[in-house]
């Protein structure tokens, strides 16, 4: 059995992530591979996380949550509109966003919101 998830475009502060303006799509995944929590898919623009195996072009399966454990790859909203793909650590007195890519530097900040947890990457070659 397939679930058509919603693919997301652009992620902006104040709205919720499945707000019918931000679904540009839907992409249809086995049902086994879809949490019990509300999913959507990103579609990765960078290269901050090659390390970990998610490239340019990638499809993100995100499970919708507001918290993380250290390790986790994360979808985040940074700075109120900047949403980023990252590794998560909660430190002492910040959060460090570290990306998988040993050119880039981590993300420090005070606050972030945690719009999901990454469950599964769906790649195509063209």
Not at 80 to 97: H, I, M, N, Q
Not at 119 to 124: A, L
């Amino acid at each position: 059995e397939l679930v058509n998830v919603p693919v997301v475009g652009r992620v902006a502060a104040g709205q919720p992530i499945l707000a019918t303006e931000n679904i540009e799509s839907y992409f249809p995944v086995p049902s086994e591979y879809v949490p019990n929590n509300p999913t959507f898919m990103l579609t990765v623009q960078g290269d901050s996380m090659v390390n970990a195996g998610i490239f340019q072009g990638d499809h993100l399966l995100v499970e919708q949550r507001k918290t993380a454990e250290n390790g986790d790859i994360v979808v985040a909203l940074v700075d109120g509109d900047s949403a980023t793909v990252k590794r998560f650590y909660k430190e002492d007195g910040y959060y460090r966003l570290q990306p998988e890519n040993d050119h880039m530097d981590p993300i420090i900040v005070q606050d972030v919101e945690i719009l999901g947890k990454v469950v599964g990457v769906f790649r195509f070659f063209h």
